[in-house]
């Protein structure tokens, strides 16, 4: 109960940046060519941008691919991130997450997506240590987040982001007209923004 | 400018877009302060939804990375930072570069400053097969088909966007599993796709094939569906013009001349 309130009162919209180095000094010392802090900028960001590249593109070995390439590209864009546009995890992200896409839409482009891994959302190990009961406090605050959402809502979002599709597929897997799917994932977005109190 | 343009914001910021779509709301986003910002939330925000998926990489791949950072060329800041002196490792040229572009893999200094050859030639070796998936996502095109404008006229649409946007688009669903199976299919561009949010694993050693069901010819292989627990969306391959329907078996896992199974589903275009 006492940790709940100290999560409570926490801002970090980002569980993962709640602790650890600070992200940003390490990108802009990055950015003058500094590699020792972009090696530390991958210990501090590499389980989770590689998780997220896992979770949309599946296959393991393309994934190893779509996380170096994440990584190439982060290292050659630090130097123009721009802190206005969002926290530098939240760029990083963005990076690997478009890299993942791009590469899932290439495999359906050219031949269908071969797939031979499956990801399972893996629990965290839940141990004793305040830093791991606050993470998975904060992901009960992402589930009750995402219970505000409507199922429509919910859906579209999820297809859209983790299932890497485009927002006229999302209307053609749901069955809805093409204008909507785009409302329902921005609308969607928009309330897990209010409702997590997201800053970027 | 179209007043419905930023609601393409939430899509853009999860990359659920085409790059027709990217680059036009990336033309708006320039003139728009407020999309610019819903765009950073949004993104944070659905950042958010895998927060609870880590996974570290292995640990060569560390090794890769750095090497091939150390070998890596910087872009030039947009605009030199007031205060900061400017990095020694950019080149003059680099700000030429598109932004989308793969990070330059010159080598600049011959060696990797940790001296980790091997893992600077696996790395050279993992970059290559990435250019060739480059070179193998050139978009599929099909001409004289009529699809709705979007804002600027679009160049280019894969075949999917272009069956899924067309006009005469047949839209059926069944259920399967747990969920629904969605075969759309434009007599127009001649072409069908198949979409599934959840389909299901098939069993070790089989896979599912979609057919079109041809008159005179009974079902023509259309291509396998790629084996996942997870959305999927793929073209069929072949003419869909003169189907009258579409079928899915589950057949061994390089895909059978004809079905071996009863189908698994089966949608009618009549
Ligand atoms: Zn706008």
Redesign the pocket.
């Known amino acids: 109960m006492v940790i709940m309130a100290a999560v409570g009162s926490g801002d970090e919209s980002l569980p993962t940046a709640a602790v650890g180095p600070d992200l940003g000094s390490l990108l802009t010392r990055s950015a003058r060519g500094d590699e020792g802090a972009f090696a530390e900028l991958y210990d501090a960001t590499a389980a989770r941008l590689h998780g997220l590249v896992v979770r949309v593109v599946r296959d393991r070995a393309q994934s190893e691919e779509v996380t170096q390439e994440a990584f190439l590209d982060i290292w050659t864009h630090c130097t123009r991130f721009d802190p206005a546009k969002g926290s530098p995890l939240s760029w990083m992200l963005t990076i690997a997450h478009r890299k993942a896409v791009d590469r899932v839409r290439s495999a359906e482009a050219s031949k269908a997506r071969e797939v031979t891994y499956e990801v399972t959302t893996t629990e965290r190990e839940h141990d004793s240590t305040l830093e791991k009961v606050e993470v998975r406090l904060d992901q009960q605050r992402v589930r009750r987040a995402l219970a505000t959402l409507t199922d429509t809502q919910r859906g579209a979002v999820e297809l859209a982001y983790l299932g890497g599709h485009t927002h006229t597929e999302v209307a053609a897997l749901l069955g809805i007209p093409l204008g909507t799917a785009k409302t329902r994932i921005r609308d969607g977005l928009i309330r897990l923004r209010d409702t997590l109190e997201v800053t970027a | 400018m179209n007043p419905d343009?930023?609601a393409l914001?939430g899509a853009y910021a999860v990359n659920a877009v085409t790059d027709d779509e990217r680059r036009s709301f990336e033309t708006?986003?320039d003139?728009?302060a407020?999309?610019r910002a819903?765009v950073a939330e949004l993104r944070a925000a659905a950042a958010t939804l895998t927060s609870d998926v880590e996974l570290a990489p292995p640990p060569a791949l560390r090794a890769s990375v750095l090497a091939a950072v150390s070998q890596t060329r910087q872009l030039s800041p947009l605009e030199p930072p007031a205060a900061a002196s400017p990095p020694g490792s950019n080149g003059p040229d680099a700000a030429a570069e598109p932004l989308a572009s793969l990070p330059a893999t010159a080598s600049v200094d011959g060696s990797p400053a940790d001296g980790d050859e091997l893992a600077a030639r696996r790395n050279r070796r993992g970059l290559r097969p990435w250019l060739a998936a480059a070179v193998a996502a050139a978009v599929i095109t099909i001409g004289g088909v009529a699809w709705q404008p979007w804002e600027d006229s679009p160049s280019q649409l894969t075949a999917t966007e272009q069956v899924l946007r067309a006009d005469d688009a047949q839209r059926l669903e069944l259920p399967m599993g747990s969920s629904e199976i969605t075969l759309v299919r434009s007599r127009a561009v001649g072409r069908a796709v198949f979409l599934a949010d959840a389909m299901p694993t098939p069993p070790s050693g089989k896979a599912y094939q979609l057919w079109f069901d041809v008159p005179g010819r009974g079902m023509v292989s259309a291509g396998m569906i790629p084996t996942s627990g997870h959305a999927v969306t793929v073209p069929l391959e072949g003419d869909a013009r003169t189907a009258t329907g579409a079928g899915i078996t589950l057949e061994p896992e390089n895909g059978s001349e004809h079905p071996t199974s009863d189908p698994v589903a089966l949608f009618s275009f009549t």
Do not use: I, P
Request: proline letters at 0%; aromatic letters at 0%.
């Open positions: 343009t930023h914001a708006h986003l003139l728009c407020d999309c819903e």
